[in-house]
């Protein structure tokens, strides 16, 4: 099946400073690829909808300067946590799809622990 | 607007028990999907079985089911034979299906699933 893949799954970052989290798909191109963000015992919220070669869309309340979204390729999309904050810990993950009548599939998540 | 309503947040069942886990939903999209997902504690979401909103017959995936009740808006996850290995945390969701592929999964708050020996 088709695969997502997440990068890293874990990272440690001091406060003030920025983090790249990748999202690939390895085997199908993905217009469309969405971030969510799992604080602890909660469920996923969708923060924004990542859009190949345009803006992404950012769910209210998500402030798009903070989380950067690059969409740059139709197999990759970046998210970046601008001024990390403790608050910014969470565990973010992306999904992504292939086509019409199918599961979304998530890449592996990632940890992100802000001290 | 598309809402998710999960009311158990834990449930245990004994080894090669059948389980239920409640999910209700409200839309007012004319067609969408229906998903389960299981996430075990290192966070990955695994897909377990989805049903379409015009499918007439409830959807199986090996010991997954879903019963797929339209008018009460409601699509239970049924486990049979439940195993040590699916205590995780379960989540429903559900996708509008006529934007395409643009659109999101919305997930309800979840149920931890725990499985006794």
């Known amino acids: 099946g088709a695969v997502v893949s997440q990068h890293p799954s874990r990272v440690i970052c001091k406060s003030g400073t920025s983090v790249k989290i990748e999202c690939r798909s390895l085997d199908f191109q993905a217009t469309t690829m969405f971030w969510y963000r799992q604080f602890p015992k909660q469920s996923l919220m969708l923060m924004a909808t990542s859009n190949e070669g345009s803006k992404a869309t950012y769910e209210q309340g998500v402030e798009k300067d903070k989380f950067l979204i690059n969409h740059a390729s139709l197999t990759l999309s970046t998210l970046t946590v601008t001024s990390a904050h403790p608050e910014d810990s969470s565990f973010y993950i992306c999904?992504?799809?292939?086509?019409?009548?199918?599961?979304?599939?998530f890449g592996q998540g990632t940890r992100l622990t802000v001290v | 607007a598309q809402k998710i309503t999960q009311t158990q947040p834990g449930m245990f069942v004994q080894e090669k028990e059948a389980v239920t886990l409640d999910c209700t939903y409200d839309?007012?999209?004319?067609?969408?999907?229906l998903f389960w997902y299981k996430q075990p504690s290192s966070g990955e979401m695994i897909f377990l079985i989805y049903q379409g909103s015009y499918d007439e017959q409830n959807a199986t995936e090996g010991r997954y089911s879903l019963n797929f009740q339209k008018a009460r808006k409601s699509a239970n996850l049924v486990i049979s034979a439940s195993q040590l290995g699916d205590s995780a945390m379960y989540f429903c969701?559900?996708?509008?299906?006529?934007?395409?592929?643009?659109?999101?999964?919305?997930f309800g708050k979840g149920t931890r699933l725990s499985v006794i020996a």
């Open positions: 839309t007012s999209d004319q067609s969408y999907g």
């Open positions: 969701a559900m996708r509008d299906e006529i934007r395409g592929g643009n659109t999101p999964l919305v």
């Open positions: 999904s992504a799809r292939y086509g019409a009548d199918t599961e979304a599939f």
